[in-house]
Antibody, heavy 121, light 106 residues
Framework: QVRLVESGGDVVQPGRSLRLSCAASGFSLISYAINWVRQAPGKGLEWVAFISSDGSNEFYIDSVKGRFTISRDKSKNTLYLQMNSLRSEDTAVYYC??????????????WGQGTMVAVSP | DIQMTQSPSTLSASVGDRVTITCRASQSIDSRLAWYQQKPGKVPKLLIYKASTLESGVPSRFSGGGSGTEFTLTISSLQPDDFATYYCQHCNNYWTFGQGTKVEIK
């Protein structure tokens, strides 16, 4: 079964760090581009970060550039989002989502269940 | 950056109604547009990709249209399961979502 499972969400103080994990099953992460998308409480979807299938390209929304970093562990088929210098406005449910192949390129066809990050004093 | 603007923000409708949601891009994006459905507390679900191609398993009452800068998501006959929030999304290295349209019961 094709799945993404996020973990690592927590309540943290402003300025602290957190690392989210996104474990894939049923497919290989090195064959697909993966995105992180977040949703603040009661708000819409906001794209956060992207890593290409071969890992050669990474893109980030301006508000997290220099603070968030994507990495991968191919042996564990797991993606990570390292979040440093967290701010209250980073509070959200974080989803990892797979970009489709072929005609589904530029769309997100598989989503994880999400993990909650709360940044609070 | 390309901005995506959805309208309306909220749509009140009854079961059986035909409803249309519009998504406008600030510049031409060809057909690089997807639509998602999200129910409260649930994960977003891909409905349509490449502007008009229905994702596998999505009911045929959903349809997408448009190209360039104006796109639509139409539900031909609204069903109880369709009351949700709908998002359009574009990708051009940076991914952008519309602000969402909540379809609520009239």
């Amino acid at each position: 079964q094709v799945r993404l499972v996020e973990s690592g969400g927590d309540v943290v103080q402003p300025g602290r760090s957190l690392r989210l994990s996104c474990a894939a099953s049923g497919f290989s992460l090195i064959s697909y581009a993966i995105n992180w998308v977040r949703q603040a409480p009661g708000k819409g979807l906001e794209w956060v970060a992207f890593i290409s299938s071969d890992g050669s390209n990474e893109f980030y929304i301006d508000s997290v550039k220099g603070r968030f970093t994507i990495s991968r562990d191919k042996s564990k088929n797991t993606l990570y989002l390292q979040m440093n210098s967290l701010r209250s406005e980073d509070t959200a449910v974080y989803y990892c989502a797979r970009e489709g192949h072929g005609t589904k390129i530029n769309s997100l066809d598989i989503w994880g269940q999400g993990t909650m990050v709360a940044v609070s004093p | 950056d390309i901005q995506m603007t959805q309208s309306p923000s909220t749509l009140s409708a009854s079961v059986g109604d035909r409803v249309t949601i519009t998504c406008r891009a600030s510049q031409s994006i060809d057909s690089r547009l997807a639509w998602y459905q999200q129910k409260p507390g649930k994960v977003p679900k891909l409905l349509i990709y490449k502007a008009s191609t229905l994702e596998s398993g999505v009911p045929s009452r959903f349809s997408g249209g448009g190209s360039g800068t104006e796109f639509t998501l139409t539900i031909s006959s609204l069903q109880p399961d369709d009351f949700a929030t709908y998002y359009c999304q574009h990708c051009n290295n940076y991914w952008t979502f519309g602000q969402g349209t909540k379809v609520e019961i009239k």
